[in-house]
């Protein structure tokens, strides 16, 4: 079936550092999301890339999508303590029904 | 902007109870809501879809009996976990498309249940 994933799981950064996140689909997207998770939260909708080969900045976030639009990623420049959380990338499911199959997350850790 | 309502935040029940989940949306008409679970640790895996004058969606491998989903209006979805046992232990979230079909999603703010 559908797969979405991502790596690392897990990454460690001194305050200051880049931090990337990679995002792999089994399947060509009509688009990729991106979700924020604080630890004991739910899931925040930080962004959504739909052309192929787009690049979208929000702040020190950088997202791009593939030129085949079957993979992304999530770039952070100089993280900060408040970046700790785990992020996910999500693509729509083959049924067209809005629902999303997640990829298993990238959790952030800063160390200030 | 589009917000969903998600009740409790957290309950603890007996092995053998049943739960009941609830999920609003407040400012918008949801025809379809989906339920994900997420253990400790792991990404977010969706259980069902359900939608709003017909039978639920579920996943492979998800037991339509004992998660019971009803959408009983444009607004309410509920989650019910029959007869909890511990392994059902999770945390339960619900999203909603602010259109019928369309990103991205607003997720409540999830339960956290606990079966002891």
């Known amino acids: 079936g559908q797969q979405v994933m991502q790596i690392p799981q897990y990454q460690h950064v001194q305050e200051g550092e880049d931090f990337t996140t990679y995002c792999n689909s089994s399947?060509?997207?009509?688009?990729i999301q991106w979700y924020k998770q604080r630890p004991g939260g739910h899931p925040v909708f930080l962004i959504q890339?739909?052309?192929?080969?787009e690049v979208k900045k929000q702040k020190r976030l950088t997202f791009q999508f593939g030129e085949a639009k079957k993979n992304s990623s999530l770039h952070i420049t100089a993280t900060q303590t408040t970046d700790v959380g785990t992020y996910f990338c999500?693509?729509?499911?083959?049924?067209?029904?809005?629902?999303?199959?997640f990829g298993q997350g990238t959790t952030l850790q800063v160390k200030p | 902007g589009a917000v969903v309502s998600q009740h409790p935040s957290w309950v603890i029940c007996k092995s053998g109870t049943s739960v009941k989940i609830e999920c609003r949306s407040l400012?918008?008409?949801?025809?379809?809501m989906f339920w994900y679970r997420q253990f400790p640790k792991q990404s977010l895996m969706l259980m069902a879809t359900?939608?709003?004058?017909?039978?639920?969606?579920?996943e492979q491998g998800v037991e339509k009996d004992k998660f019971l989903i009803n959408h009983a209006s444009l607004t309410l979805s509920t989650l019910t976990v029959t007869s909890a046992h511990p392994e059902d232990s999770s945390f339960y979230i619900c999203?909603?498309?602010?259109?019928?079909?369309?990103?991205?999603?607003?997720f409540g703010n999830g339960t956290r249940l606990t079966v002891t």
């Open positions: 999203s909603a498309p602010p259109r019928t079909g369309h990103s991205p999603l607003h």
């Open positions: 359900s939608n709003e004058g017909s039978k639920a969606t579920y």
């Open positions: 890339l739909v052309k192929s080969g």
């Open positions: 399947t060509t997207l009509s688009n």
């Open positions: 400012d918008f008409q949801a025809t379809t």
């Open positions: 999500a693509g729509p499911g083959s049924s067209n029904t809005g629902k999303l199959i």
